[in-house]
């Protein structure tokens, strides 16, 4: 049974960093296009960053082009979303998610098309 477990959230001054983990079982990664989402209370999920299946290529939302990294360990099926210079703003539950087979050239911001879902993780980002 495919299954993506989140980690790394916390809590965490504006301007300062961390790096969430996506570690996958049941299939492996590399044949999965990933994507990482977050949701704020009363909003709805925001596409943050998407890779694609095949070749790893990664796209971003104009909200965290230039801070955020998206990246991939085989060796480990785990999926990481490194983020820097944190704001208030990104503040909200980060949920990474996988989609078989899907080859993308531009970032996928529609929760739907993705068929497996983590539990999420909370970043909040206050002084």
């Known amino acids: 049974q495919a299954q993506l477990v989140e980690s790394g959230g916390g809590v965490v001054q504006p301007g300062g960093s961390l790096r969430l983990s996506c570690v996958a079982s049941g299939f492996t990664l590399d044949s999965y296009a990933i994507g990482w989402f977050r949701q704020a209370p009363g909003k709805e999920r925001e596409g943050v960053s998407s890779m694609s299946s095949r070749d790893g290529d990664t796209y971003y939302a104009d909200s965290v082009k230039g801070r955020f990294t998206m990246s991939r360990d085989n060796a480990k099926n785990t999926v990481y979303l490194q983020m820097n210079s944190l704001k208030p703003e990104d503040t909200g539950t980060y949920y990474c998610?996988?989609?078989?087979?899907?080859?993308?050239?531009?970032?996928?911001?529609?929760?739907?098309?993705?068929?497996?879902w983590g539990q999420g993780t909370q970043v909040t980002v206050s002084s």
């Open positions: 998610a996988a989609k078989e087979g899907l080859v993308l050239f531009r970032l996928n911001p529609y929760p739907e098309i993705y068929d497996s």
